[in-house]
């Protein structure tokens, strides 16, 4: 695709309750981080995939965080059991191998609200 | 491991006068830098990357930044304020971790374009 699309734009969960946030990236980028953005805050890393294999997952706050990219391109984050604390905007980047020179393209964010 | 610090939590410019928002850096390895801006409710664009080629670094909308290795800094400038250059501005840093690769973001200038 043209750019890097996440669904759902908004997301309104109740305490406890489990939600899925999509990312399609653009067509071909080999590389795709999830990033995690509380009110008022620069973008925190969360996790990092190269194709399928998820290289690093060292920002994911708790266990409750999963997520995966079984076909290298399509990402789904998944946040179990949500808390007040996960409500922020979680961002979707991809790059393609040369990420230096071509930098990485992020997507619009779904905006999740726990309450 | 590398950090980011944006001096300036908010910068309030008139329009038509010159911009300039501030940041060091530290990395262990020789970084590539980039500058994103963030509308409100809209996704990170890049505005500029600095990748070795050279130091002063033209981007999008008349921005232009300057790396110097010296003071560690890569402060972004704009000769003229728009209004529509109000907006959220991330300073952010690529370096290597043991995945390969990660950005990490400074804590975001907020720029505030007065008539």
């Known amino acids: 695709g043209a750019g890097v699309s996440q669904s759902p734009r908004y997301k309104v969960a109740k305490r406890g309750q489990d939600v899925a946030l999509r990312c399609d990236p653009i067509s071909g980028h080999v590389s795709l981080f999830w990033y995690q953005q509380a009110l008022g805050q620069g973008p925190e890393f969360l996790t990092y995939?190269?194709?399928?294999?998820?290289?690093?997952k060292s920002g994911l706050p708790s266990d409750r965080f999963f997520a995966e990219r079984p076909e290298g391109s399509v990402s789904t984050l998944k946040i179990q059991r949500t808390q007040q604390e996960d409500s922020a905007v979680y961002l979707c980047a991809s790059s393609p191998r040369d990420r230096v020179n071509y930098g990485y393209t992020f997507g619009s964010g779904t905006r999740l609200t726990v309450v | 491991a590398q950090s980011v610090t944006q001096l300036d939590s908010h910068v309030s410019v008139s329009e038509g006068t010159p911009v300039l928002l501030r940041c060091n850096y530290s990395s262990s390895y020789s970084p590539s830098l980039f500058w994103y801006v963030q509308h409100p409710n809209k996704g990170l664009q890049l505005l500029l990357k600095?990748?070795?080629?050279?130091?002063l670094v033209k981007g999008i909308n008349g921005f232009e930044a300057e790396f110097k290795k010296s003071e560690t800094s890569f402060h972004l400038t704009k000769p003229s304020a728009h209004m529509s250059d109000a907006a959220e501005y991330f300073c952010v840093v690529l370096g290597l971790n043991n995945a390969g690769n990660m950005l990490t973001f400074g804590g975001g200038t907020r720029l505030m374009v007065k008539p």
């Open positions: 600095y990748t070795s080629a050279a130091t």
């Open positions: 995939f190269q194709n399928e294999a998820q290289l690093d």
